[in-house]
């Protein structure tokens, strides 16, 4: 068992550096589609099919994975994505261009706030597969302290702010940042446990464990097709409450797995529910972080969201890594793979607490009425939404 928690620890280690650069290319999407489609039927359109596109690059991608392992080596799935980034940026010759705008960058301000999120995303990843009292990951979560501290500093007395903290302080959309960040941990922590659960205690081959995936997909695609149609006649706050309710009914569910557990009966139902539970919230709320914002700032509303949801995943994977492995020896049995599930199950309640946490922030805090139909172009800095 040894082993198994120790890749388990290692896994929660690897991919700080491909959330760091992935954030960009996210925000840049959303900002593309917020800037290009107008608040209404044709923004809610792409942003559901944004959705659904990232769903099949996710599911597309785990079974990818699967089939390189089993076929070549692990180390080919961190390879193919060097001819998929080339293949994308050439992709990028057939965009419009768009207007440009003068303006000063602040470099203290990028370097601190750049430093600081990866700083702290290095700490939480570092804490998975060392230990939260390790010097390394100490220091990292100092240095993010430290590093952050001074970014809040910056914007708040600069005249040309990287990020407004407006943008931060308004109730809502505030609210929605935070909520994003537990989904974040939520959505990743889930499938990374659950790809855990299919290969150690079920005993599926990568490519298997691949294919198990493809419900998560699914339930993607479904919710964001509900969903674009609910925003259009239901607040926020009404959508995404009963897609968390959905997601925490399926943790428990998850939480009751044993080493007897059969895909088809106990895994394939809770991976569809989690996937369209979440999705079901999340739409929503990435509409709330865009809508009403000056089209200058929809760049930077969109890039905090997508900075929340990565390091969220960092957090959310090391904080669940950490409970899966400690808990792991505490099973019923001494057998192998009865405390590894042990371990798992425990995790996957940890999650549901969580996402309960998310829960509360929606409703105390998103609590905006208003719905995504359509409206005029905003061409100065809106009033807060109320």
Do not use: C
Not at 64 to 69: N, Q
Not at 98 to 124: D, I, M
Not at 141 to 168: E, H, I, K
Request: charged share 10%.
């Amino acid at each position: 068992m040894a082993d198994h928690v120790a890749s388990l620890r290692a896994g929660a280690g690897a991919g700080t550096g491909a959330r760091a650069t992935q954030a960009p290319a996210l925000g840049t999407a959303l900002l593309v589609i917020a800037t290009t489609f107008p608040t209404g039927a044709a923004r809610n359109k792409a942003m559901a099919i944004y959705a659904a596109m990232s769903a099949l690059g996710i599911t597309r991608g785990v079974v990818l994975g699967g089939l390189l392992t089993a076929a070549l080596s692990w180390r080919w799935v961190l390879l193919i994505n060097v001819p998929i980034g080339l293949a994308v940026l050439l992709g990028t010759r057939t965009l419009r261009e768009g207007q440009r705008s003068s303006g000063s960058l602040s470099t203290l301000g990028a370097v601190t706030g750049t430093g600081g999120v990866a700083a702290a995303a290095y700490a939480f990843t570092r804490a998975g597969e060392h230990g939260w009292s390790d010097p390394g990951t100490l220091g990292a979560f100092a240095l993010a302290t430290v590093l952050l501290v001074a970014f809040v500093v910056a914007q708040a007395r600069g005249r040309n702010p990287l990020l407004p903290l407006r943008l931060l302080t308004e109730r809502n959309r505030g609210g929605a940042y935070l909520a994003v960040l537990f989904i974040g941990g939520r959505l990743m922590g889930t499938f990374y446990l659950a790809t855990l659960f299919l290969q150690q205690v079920m005993g599926l081959g990568p490519l298997q464990a691949g294919a198990a995936s493809l419900p998560f997909g699914v339930g993607i695609v479904v919710a964001s097709g509900i969903g674009s149609t609910l925003v259009e006649r239901l607040p926020p706050r009404v959508i995404a409450l009963p897609g968390l309710a959905l997601a925490i009914a399926d943790l428990l569910w998850l939480s009751a797995l044993d080493p007897g557990a059969s895909y088809w009966r106990d895994l394939m139902v809770p991976f569809f529910l989690a996937s369209a539970g979440l999705g079901l919230a999340f739409f929503p709320l990435t509409l709330t972080v865009v809508h009403g914002v000056d089209d200058r700032e929809t760049g930077v509303a969109s890039a905090v969201m997508n900075t929340a949801q990565q390091v969220g995943a960092a957090i959310g994977v090391a904080v669940l890594t950490t409970v899966a492995t400690t808990t792991a020896g505490n099973g019923p049995t001494d057998a192998a793979t009865d405390a590894l599930s042990h371990g798992y199950t425990t995790a996957f309640t940890a999650q549901a607490a969580l996402l309960a946490v998310a829960a509360l922030v929606v409703g105390v805090l998103v609590t905006t009425r208003t719905r995504q139909h359509s409206a005029p172009p905003t061409t100065h800095h809106p009033e807060e939404q109320r």
